[in-house]
């Protein structure tokens, strides 16, 4: 059974900070590029940070330079590091296989 169990999400003030975490289970991790979208109120699910199973990194312009993705294969889990959050910043925020999906965690950029 695949499980990816997003955490981490949370209210944040603006300029603040937020690490999420995805933990996947029941699926060879180490061979899998990750993938973090996430989804506002009324719009489309957006890619915004993806990395290679070898570990190479990519961003969408809306989070360059501000977020950071990593991964830790030994212990079968990708990260978001989120700094100088934004209110636009405020969605659900989902990992990803492409395949299989976690069910997201809630992220409010707010003062």
């Known amino acids: 059974q695949v499980q990816l169990v997003e955490s981490g999400g949370g209210l944040v003030q603006p300029g603040g900070s937020l690490r999420l975490s995805c933990a996947a289970s029941?699926?060879?991790?180490?061979?899998?590029?990750m993938d973090w979208y996430r989804q506002a109120p009324g719009k489309q699910r957006e890619l915004i940070a993806g990395?290679?199973?070898?570990?190479?990194?990519n961003y969408a312009d809306s989070v360059k330079g501000r977020f950071t993705i990593s991964r830790d294969n030994a212990k079968s889990a990708v990260y978001l590091q989120m700094n100088s959050l934004k209110p636009e910043d405020t969605a659900i925020y989902y990992c990803?296989?492409?395949?299989?999906w976690g069910q997201g965690t809630q992220v409010t950029v707010s003062s």
């Open positions: 990803s296989t492409s395949i299989y």
């Open positions: 029941g699926i060879p991790f180490m061979i899998y590029p």
């Open positions: 990395i290679t199973a070898e570990g190479s990194p």
